[in-house]
């Protein structure tokens, strides 16, 4: 089953370019256990975004994404401590809900038309950090900021993509000197691997046939049924 869960999140994570850990780490976490899942979805995924970053990295828009991740950093070591004190479930269950809302508002048709600011980004770096060292899941407050502002596809995608490759290396990080990231969990994510790597290709070739519009409405009904999923199990 945790071999499945990989292919599946693979294949989203090649389309949309940040979306395998939500997919994977809900489930994971009840196959698992959080203490075991957090760092083997955090392993894959800067590993399966690095390549990504060095294509994608001319698009990047830095001044938007720099102090995002910046405050994310910051934050993860906060997310590690709730993860060895704190009942990961109801962490999860209260990010689920709040991303079912904000992506139902987004399917509506709302969108931000402004200028990214650095303060926002800052705050919603940190919020992402501390959910990401607790659950493995900090990319939907930076998600949906960044999908719903004005930037094109592939200039949202490879700020995506990046945010997600540092965060994830920064969360593994802070995994290993808290002990965490230990054997089993290299074990387990390489055993995953082969699988979740193999998704990522069908999914990278399958976002040629999206467009803007197509793209951002599977993101957000991704998002919405996963983070249902996360609110019920």
């Not at 950093?73 to 009942?87: M, N, R, S």
């Not at 990010?95 to 904000?102: K, Y």
């Not at 038309?113 to 060292?133: F, N, Y």
Request: net charge positive; with cysteine; proline share 5%.
């Amino acid at each position: 089953m945790p071999a499945l869960v990989a292919v599946v999140a693979g294949v989203v994570r090649g389309i949309t370019g940040f979306g395998g850990a939500m997919v994977m780490a809900p489930p994971l976490v009840l196959l698992l256990g959080p203490k075991l899942a957090v760092p083997v979805v955090l392993l894959l995924e800067s590993l399966a975004a690095a390549p990504q970053v060095l294509q994608t990295r001319s698009l990047v828009r830095w001044r938007v994404v720099g102090p995002i991740l910046a405050a994310t950093a910051l934050t993860v070591p906060l997310g590690g401590y709730l993860l060895l004190t704190t009942d990961a479930l109801t962490l999860r269950r209260a990010t689920a809900l709040i991303v079912i809302v904000f992506s139902a508002l987004l399917l509506r048709g709302w969108r931000y038309a402004g200028a990214h600011k650095m303060s926002t980004g800052i705050a919603l770096g940190g919020l992402a950090g501390g959910m990401l060292g607790a659950t493995s899941i900090g990319g939907p407050p930076v998600i949906l900021y960044l999908l719903a502002g004005p930037d094109r596809i592939d200039t949202t995608r490879a700020n995506l993509t990046l945010f997600v490759a540092a965060s994830s290396a920064a969360g593994c990080v802070m995994l290993w000197t808290a002990g965490v990231l230990d054997i089993a969990a290299v074990w387990t994510a390489a055993a995953l691997a082969p699988g979740y790597y193999g998704g990522l290709v069908v999914g990278s070739r399958a976002f040629l046939r999206f467009n803007d519009l197509r793209f951002r409405q599977f993101t957000l009904v991704l998002m919405i049924a996963v983070s249902g999923f996360v609110l019920l199990a």
